[in-house]
């Protein structure tokens, strides 16, 4: 198991693992537990919502998924325009946050 990331709130911890399992990495959310007494317990990076790697083999990629998403935005869904898909190029309606062709995140590149 190696850690790929700190998160910011559980939420956003279960939101990449779920994007590294649409790449075939497997991971584990940890810290969550922790995250609800907040502020009785030493802020450390025990305490924090953290991205931990099944395969260690799998952590350069990992690393590089993680990347791209620190530079987009994960788009919400609140507009209703066709957006296309960064990965298989297929449109998909706006009330989705995710493509309903490859299930991948709407990301718009902050680049
Ligand atoms: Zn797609």
Known sequence: MLKVYSAQHPTEAHLLKGILASYGILSEVRGESL???????????ETEPSVWIVD????????AILKEYENSDILDGSDKELWICRYCGEDSEGQFAVCWNCGRPRLRSLK
Request: aromatic residues 10%.
């Open 56 to 63: 260690e083999s799998q952590f350069d990629d990992a690393k």
């Open 35 to 45: 995250f609800s007494v907040r502020g009785e317990v030493p802020l450390t990076p």
